[in-house]
């Protein structure tokens, strides 16, 4: 993750969803099955949450959104 991106802007439910999916790249590289597998493990609502974070919280995370401050 890039700083600077604001993580802390976003709903609590995606900040551990970031952060696990995080994780889980630290361990499997790329986004193979292996990985989804091992994000589900840690994250088992990791299916539901996922839909959240695209628009607008996804561009708000991405920085496309200006924010305060």
């Known amino acids: 993750m ?31 099955e292996d990985f989804w597998r091992l994000l589900r493990t840690g994250l088992p609502e990791h299916e539901e949450r996922r839909p959240d974070l695209d628009e607008p919280e996804r561009r708000l995370w991405m920085g496309m959104f200006g924010g305060p401050g």
């Open 2 to 32: 890039s700083p600077g991106r604001p993580l802390f802007r976003l709903p609590m439910h995606l900040v551990d969803y970031v952060i696990a999916h995080e994780l889980a790249l630290v361990k499997v590289s790329g986004h193979r």
